[in-house]
C-alpha cells in the first residue's frame, strides 16, 4: 500500500509506522520537495488494508493506493510462487448440452447464446429453441449456440408480470430436451439456487442483484457455470470484485456480461443504457473470465440490435446473450421486453454477419491488438 500525505507531519508518520509494525510490516517514507510525501507498506499488506479507514483519516494524509491486486482469483496478472508477476492465460468456461457438445466461452469462438426475455408459452419457447437449433445446423455451429429465457424475472414495478417461475424453468427443459440445447436462467433468491440450478445449465445473476453478495455466494457454492452482469451503475472494478465473490467460493466458471450503465444521457430516451463498449477489452485484458455482450438491455429496441452484436464483436467479446421473438406477431403478448425482442428470421442474419466477421476481421483485428499488448 502506498499513503500519500501532507510533508511536516511527523505524527502521521509514526501513527502508520506503529500500525504497520503491529501486522509486521515495515514501512520506506519516502520524501520529496513540494507539498506531498509518500510512505510505502512493505510486505503482505492484506490485513493491514482493513485499516484503511483509519489511515485517510490520519492528519495531513491525503490518500491511500492498494498497490496489489484484490481480484487474486480472476485476475489475469497475480503474484507468483516466487513473488514475481505471474500473467495467466484466459480460462474457458465451459457448458455442456444434453446433445453432447461442449459450448465453450472464451475459446476464441462467439458463442450464441438466444431466447426470449421470458418463457411465456412452451409453444413459444419450443419455436424459438427449434429455430436457435437451425441456425446452429445451417452455419455448423450448434455447439456455440445456447438457449436463455428467465422465469424468474426481476421487474421495476411490482405490479409488473414477474415470470412463471418454476413453470418458465419446466418449459425451458421441455426446449432442452427437444433441441439438446442447454439454458441460462436467471436466479434471483438465494434459497432457490439449488431448486433452479439442478434444472439449469448455466446460472444469470442479473444487473441489480450484481452487488446481492450473499446471492453471489450461494452461487459460488452451488457451482454451476454463471453469467454475471454488471451492475447498470458499478464500476468495473465493482464487477469484479463481484465475480470474485463468486470465485471466491471455489466457482471459477464465471462469464462476465458488459450489458450497459445508467448515464446521464440514457434520460434522453434513446437507448434504454449507454453500451460500455471498452468495458469488454478491459475485463478481457484484466480478468482470466470470457467476456459476453447484451445487446438487448442495452439499447431496448429490436432495430439497434445488429450493430450492437457487431460493436461487440469488434471489442472480441466471446459471445453475446440475445432477447428473441419467434413471430412477429408474437410481440404485441409478449409481457416484458416486447420492444427489445429480435425476431428469429433476423437473428439468423445476425448470426451470418458475426460468422463473416470473425473469418475476415476478427483474426486482423486480434493481431493488431496483441501487438499493441506487446509493446
Ligand atoms: C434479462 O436478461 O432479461 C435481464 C433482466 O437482464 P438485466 O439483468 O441485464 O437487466
Ligand atoms: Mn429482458
Not at 480460462?91 to 457438445?101: H, I, N, T, W
Not at 445446423?137 to 405490479?159: N, S, V
Amino acid at each position: 500500500m502506498i499513503i500519500e500525505f501532507e510533508n511536516g507531519r511527523a505524527s502521521t508518520i509514526d501513527q502508520i509506522r506503529d500500525l504497520a509494525a503491529r501486522f509486521g510490516l515495515a514501512i520506506e517514507v519516502i520524501l520529496r520537495a513540494g507539498v506531498y510525501s509518500t510512505i510505502h507498506v512493505i510486505g503482505d499488506t492484506r490485513e493491514f488494508a482493513t485499516r484503511e479507514g483509519y489511515l485517510r483519516d490520519l492528519p495531513g494524509v491525503r490518500t491511500t493506493w492498494r498497490v496489489t491486486s484484490d481480484f487474486k482469483n480472476i485476475a489475469r496478472v497475480v503474484s507468483g510462487a516466487d513473488g514475481k508477476a505471474l500473467r495467466r492465460d484466459r480460462r474457458p468456461v465451459v457448458v455442456k448440452g444434453l446433445d453432447g457438445a461442449a459450448r465453450s466461452f472464451g475459446a476464441g469462438k462467439h458463442i450464441f447464446i438466444v431466447g426470449p426475455d421470458s418463457p411465456q408459452t412452451l409453444p413459444q419457447t419450443l419455436a424459438i429453441a427449434n429455430v436457435a437449433r437451425k441456425i446452429g445446423e445451417e452455419f455448423g455451429i450448434l455447439d456455440r449456440i445456447m438457449l436463455r429465457g428467465g422465469a424468474f424475472k426481476p421487474r421495476t414495478r411490482p405490479t409488473d408480470w414477474r415470470g412463471l417461475g418454476m413453470k418458465g424453468i419446466a418449459m425451458l427443459d421441455r426446449a432442452r430436451e427437444e433441441t439438446g440445447l442447454p439454458y441460462v436462467t436467471e436466479v434471483m433468491d438465494l434459497n432457490l439456487v439449488p431448486e433452479i440450478g439442478e434444472h439449469a445449465d448455466m446460472l444469470q445473476i442479473g444487473t441489480r442483484n450484481a452487488q446481492n453478495f450473499d446471492l453471489l455466494e450461494a452461487v459460488g457454492r452451488f457451482g454451476k457455470p454463471v453469467v454475471l452482469k454488471r451492475g447498470f451503475g458499478n464500476e468495473v472494478s465493482e464487477w469484479f470484485h463481484a465475480a470474485e465473490y463468486i470465485a471466491n467460493q471455489g466457482d471459477l466458471d464465471i462469464v462476465l456480461c458488459e450489458r450497459g450503465v445508467k448515464t446521464l444521457f440514457t434520460k434522453g430516451g434513446y437507448c434504454r443504457n449507454q453500451p460500455d463498449l471498452n468495458a469488454i477489452s478491459y475485463a478481457r485484458r484484466q480478468t482470466i473470465l470470457p467476456v459476453i455482450f447484451d445487446p438487448s438491455h442495452v439499447t431496448g429496441d429490436h432495430r439497434l440490435v445488429p450493430e450492437n452484436v457487431l460493436a461487440a464483436c469488434s471489442h472480441l467479446a466471446d459471445g453475446t446473450i440475445t432477447e428473441t421473438l419467434h413471430d412477429e406477431s408474437f410481440r404485441q403478448d409478449q409481457l416484458c421486453d416486447a420492444g427489445q425482442a429480435v425476431v428469429m428470421d433476423r437473428y439468423r442474419d445476425i448470426v451470418e454477419a458475426v460468422l463473416v466477421f470473425e473469418e475476415h476481421v476478427a483474426p486482423r483485428l486480434q493481431a493488431i491488438t496483441e501487438a499493441l499488448d506487446q509493446r
